[in-house]
């Protein structure tokens, strides 16, 4: 059975891109974006198959 792990990475506008890249470089996969809980900016939520 798979296990799995979990982030939530607040994202910077201006640089969303390259914070998406660099988590998935290290294995990390977008599972969705929502708006922050105070209702600005935006948080990531990803995830990534934990190590056996």
Known sequence: ???FEY???PLI?????QILDQ???DGW????VLTG???NGLVAYL???KAA
């Open 1 to 3: 059975m798979k296990k």
């Open 7 to 9: 982030a939530t990475v």
């Open 13 to 17: 506008v201006h640089a969303t891109k």
């Open 23 to 25: 988590w998935g470089e």
């Open 29 to 32: 996969e977008l599972v969705q």
């Open 37 to 39: 809980p105070d209702g």
């Open 47 to 49: 995830k990534r198959e």
